[in-house]
């Protein structure tokens, strides 16, 4: 049996499978439409890279700072206050523009940046007086004579006391102290960045940190400057009103200048409705006077100065240590 070829197909213009009008009108069409079409194509490719590109760089800056963070989260204390410099810088102007408009001339963004040197790059735990120098001479500010009021454990009150009485000046009532006041700052050694995880404590890892030495500084600073009658606001619901491992105890009264403080006034006040703990003839203030006086100081103490039981009384009214006054 012979088996039958089928017929080859035929050649020429006419071969090949027949074209729907669809695709026979697209071959039909103007070329310069086909290369205007690519070009869109490369154009939306060329986006969505570059998309691609800008989202993998983000993704890849916050998973960075992330693992930055973890690295340098090594300490027992909080880390530093979030959004930091602008709120140092806020109150910077706010101080230097509203409250006190005399120090107007102040550079803050000049004393942000001396602020800030003191601890970044730095060792967290090798802080010195003298790396806060810088800052302090760009702060410095005149505390009249008979105008500063230190405290010790009494900072709520002494606030509220000064806000009525404002000739009179707390640490954190001068720029450099109200700049800072209730903040946390640290940085790590070998980078710039801020610290936000934690920042050293300064009983658990060390003392020689960027947030007690600043303190520190500026205390001994404000106890320079005092002269006159010193004022000192210490609270006698606790056993003992005067401790010598207070700021006040170790840093400040040994600062006072006796050629130009005359007498350390105290006043001991007493919570409200707290318990009665200590007063003036108790023996933490008779110590506190036997320092005084070896440093040619005078010393004064008044239980519970009225004009600040006043202002106690302002959220006690009805209490019958009020009626009384």
Avoid at 44 to 52: Q, S
Avoid at 166 to 179: A, C, F, K, N, S
Avoid at 191 to 216: A, I, M, Q, T, Y
């Amino acid at each position: 049996m012979t088996t039958q070829r089928p017929p080859d197909q035929e050649s020429g213009p006419s071969a090949g499978p027949l074209l729907s009008p669809r695709a026979a009108a697209a071959l039909q069409a103007d070329p310069m439409d086909a290369e205007s079409c690519c070009r869109r194509r490369w154009r939306c490719l060329l986006i969505c890279a570059a998309l691609l590109v800008v989202i993998g760089a983000v993704v890849a800056g916050v998973l960075l700072h992330v693992r930055r963070q973890r690295e340098l989260a090594k300490w027992r204390g909080p880390g530093s206050t979030t959004h930091l410099a602008e709120i140092v810088l806020g109150r910077c102007f706010a101080y230097t523009q509203l409250k006190r408009p005399e120090l107007r001339d102040k550079d803050c963004h000049q004393i942000w940046n001396a602020f800030k040197n003191v601890f970044v790059h730095k060792n967290q735990c090798n802080i010195t007086e003298e790396d806060y120098q810088p800052l302090l001479k760009l702060t410095n500010q005149n505390i009249p004579c008979g105008k500063s009021l230190f405290w010790s454990k009494s900072g709520n009150l002494a606030h509220q006391y000064t806000k009525v009485q404002p000739q009179l000046l707390t640490l954190e009532d001068t720029l450099v102290g109200y700049m800072v006041d209730g903040l946390r700052w640290c940085g790590d050694e070998g980078s710039s960045e801020l610290n936000s995880g934690s920042c050293p404590d300064w009983k658990e890892d060390c003392n020689n940190n960027p947030n007690f030495v600043f303190w520190k500084t500026v205390s001994k600073w404000f106890a320079e400057s005092a002269c006159g009658v010193a004022q000192v606001m210490l609270n006698g619901s606790l056993p003992e009103a005067f401790s010598k491992n207070s700021i006040f105890g170790s840093v400040e009264i040994y600062n006072l200048h006796p050629g130009k403080v005359s007498v350390l006034q105290a006043w001991m006040m007493h919570d409200i409705e707290g318990k009665s703990r200590d007063s003036c003839s108790s023996s933490s203030i008779n110590e506190l006077r036997s320092i005084l006086k070896q440093r040619g100081i005078n010393f004064n103490c008044q239980n519970d100065y009225r004009p600040a039981k006043l202002l106690q009384c302002v959220s006690h009214s009805e209490h019958a240590s009020c009626s009384r006054i």
